[in-house]
């Protein structure tokens, strides 16, 4: 599969001439005051008081000041955004420096916890995003060498030997570049499970595994994570001043931005100091952020507007000529947060999307549109490892990083908690759904209120790396030569959304505090059971025949590209694509026999009904360990 290249990380700092004159304490702020002032209104105030300031703790504030106009200005329209970017990061740096000089620093530690199964391009590049944003912005700073304040976690879940070892080479690569990394590995995980009372040990079986020491490994996002807090309690040496931040293997601590010439992905959110500085001034408990990229839904909910937005790129393509210089670049996706590539979005609140969504061709240089449609379909097969061609999502700043909103959905590669946060924890993991993280933020919700927030502070979401599909793996995606098998997934996204709903109207009808009743367990179970059996049979008959006037306009309405020999290739892998979709998604696939099976959604049904029974018996041993 044809990839774009990835982007090359941006220029990082030199380090100081040990034989130059040593600069003022707040030359980068003199700089960016001479350089920016003209242009944005509140700069030149900040000049003058720069004048008058002797004070250390008024230079950092000066800084704080300067940062956030600069930050404003770095994201309006028509920005000369990278030097903009340049001075901001440099202003974060400098003002470190003053924190160090004044000695005194109240912030925050970060302990953060990347779980990770048979992912080494991804945690590669989780790393280098952190690495990057500790250069850039250097929290906390770096004068023994590594940056004090920042201790990652490489909580370890795969099954594959040669993986773990390229994880452990990879903590070890970027120990020697400063961060401070540990690989948390399957011996020590069932070391400290096992170091639990065994009566406690019991009671935590769902939230923690109670896997065998022989199969310790692919226990599931929910329980790996779970599983790290025990590691976040032995390694915290002040509880009362470190949070704990919960990042996905394939997320990286940056956004993406839209430019004339396509993506562009920039390390401009200085995440740790905007955290800290929400911790330190508000009561929260636990703040979650988004997701830019890639979507963080399974292709199970994705296949019908992709399959509109495929039919719309062909129908265009129809009209166009071959050779012609191609015209598919600078098309818009929608900004983050309006679910545009779920095809139940109304199931969430948001309202009906565009019908279809136009490509924007990744290509470079000079192109026709057969070279396009080429590059296109070679990727189509990366939608069933969860990427969207058409509905990428982009990062929007609008009311800045540090707005804070109420939350109802933990997004479980993104999610900070302080000391008591850790209580609010993902729980049913056992059950192997999806939706967990919507599915713990309504009973999170429900008992904090507020407490639970959210902020724009999203992560880059990556499905795939430049490393290809051969490299990437994804739990209940399995891969033939042509084949794709989602049964696994699909199923799991059914019965997920089944015990999301079910946990949204529950909490609106009993008390999150106390053990949930089974009658009124069993009463919303069974209402939102024929809810989704009816929303997902129209979906399922939309991709039925969508998939059908694909295949018509694609090999039998006698367009161009049936006449081109070098595009025979292409048309192999739409008709491999179309295949996959049938075998996944039609009238006899596995996932939507067994939706419709009645004997196996009641096995599903009694698990959901005793997992949410068992909710409140399982908080409180958990609890127990804070």
Request: proline share 6%.
């Amino acid at each position: 599969m044809n990839r774009p290249q990835p982007e090359r990380p941006p220029r990082l700092p030199e380090p100081p001439d040990a034989h130059a004159l040593p600069a003022p304490a707040n030359a980068c702020l003199q700089a960016c005051l001479a350089r920016h002032a003209a242009a944005i209104p509140g700069l030149a105030e900040l000049g003058e008081r720069l004048a008058a300031s002797r004070d250390t703790d008024a230079l950092i504030d000066l800084h704080e000041q300067c940062a956030h106009l600069l930050e404003h200005a770095m994201w309006a329209a028509g920005a000369d955004f990278h030097p903009l970017l340049a001075s901001y990061q440099a202003l974060f740096r400098e003002q470190e420096a003053l924190i160090r000089q004044r000695g005194e620093d109240d912030r925050h530690h970060f302990i953060l916890g990347i779980p990770v199964a048979d992912r080494p391009p991804h945690l590669r590049a989780c790393l280098e995003s952190i690495v990057q944003v500790c250069t850039l912005f250097d929290y906390g700073g770096h004068a023994s060498g590594n940056w004090d304040r920042i201790t990652v976690v490489v909580a370890e879940d795969s099954r594959d030997e040669a993986n773990i070892r390229r994880h452990i080479e990879l903590v070890e690569a970027y120990r020697r570049r400063g961060l401070n990394v540990i690989h948390y590995g399957l011996a020590e995980q069932y070391e400290l499970l096992h170091a639990l009372p065994p009566p406690t040990r019991e009671r935590l079986g769902g939230l923690l595994t109670s896997q065998p020491k022989e199969r310790f490994y692919l226990k599931g996002q929910a329980a790996n994570r779970n599983l790290s807090y025990l590691k976040f309690l032995q390694l915290s040496e002040n509880r009362h001043n470190t949070l704990y931040y919960l990042i996905d293997s394939d997320q990286s601590l940056c956004l993406n931005r839209q430019t004339a010439a396509g993506e562009e992905v920039v390390h401009a959110l200085p995440y740790f100091h905007v955290i800290d500085r929400i911790f330190r001034s508000t009561d929260t408990l636990m703040l979650t952020g988004k997701m830019v990229g890639d979507p963080p839904v399974s292709p199970a909910v994705m296949a019908a507007n992709f399959l509109d937005d495929v039919a719309a790129f062909f129908s265009r393509m129809a009209a166009l000529a071959a050779r012609a210089a191609c015209t598919f670049h600078g098309a818009p996706g929608p900004l983050a947060g309006n679910a545009a590539y779920h095809d139940h979005a109304s199931l969430f609140g948001f309202d009906n999307q565009a019908a279809s969504y136009p490509y924007a061709c990744r290509l470079a240089g000079d192109h026709d549109h057969g070279a396009c449609l080429a590059d296109f379909t070679q990727r189509l097969d990366a939608f069933f490892f969860g990427e969207h061609l058409t509905r990428k999502t982009w990062f929007g700043y609008g009311p800045g990083f540090a707005e804070l909103a109420p939350a109802r959905t933990v997004y479980p590669g993104n999610y900070v908690v302080n000391h008591a946060g850790l209580k609010y924890l993902i729980p049913f993991g056992h059950l192997r759904l999806r939706m967990s993280g919507p599915t713990a933020g309504r009973l999170i919700a429900a008992e904090i209120g507020a407490r639970f927030a959210s902020a724009n502070l999203p992560n880059l979401h990556r499905r795939t790396t430049e490393a290809g599909l051969a490299d990437d793996f994804r739990p209940g995606v399995e891969m033939g030569d042509t084949s794709v098998d989602l049964s696994d997934e699909f199923e799991r996204q059914f019965f997920g959304d089944l015990m999301l709903f079910a946990t949204e109207q529950l909490v609106k009808r009993a008390d999150v505090t106390q053990p949930f009743a089974r009658d009124a367990v069993e009463a919303v179970v069974g209402e939102k059971e024929a809810e989704l059996l009816a929303l997902y049979q129209q979906k399922h008959d939309a991709i039925v025949e969508r998939s059908r006037q694909l295949d018509d306009l694609v090999f039998n309405a006698g367009h161009w590209w049936l006449h081109a020999p070098e595009l025979a290739a292409a048309l192999q892998q739409v008709r491999a694509f179309i295949d996959n979709i049938e075998r996944n998604f039609g009238a006899c696939a596995p996932a939507w026999r067994q939706i419709q099976s009645a004997e196996h959604r009641a096995q599903r049904k009694r698990q959901i009904v005793e997992a949410l029974m068992n909710y409140r018996a399982e908080r409180d041993a958990w609890d127990s360990l804070f």
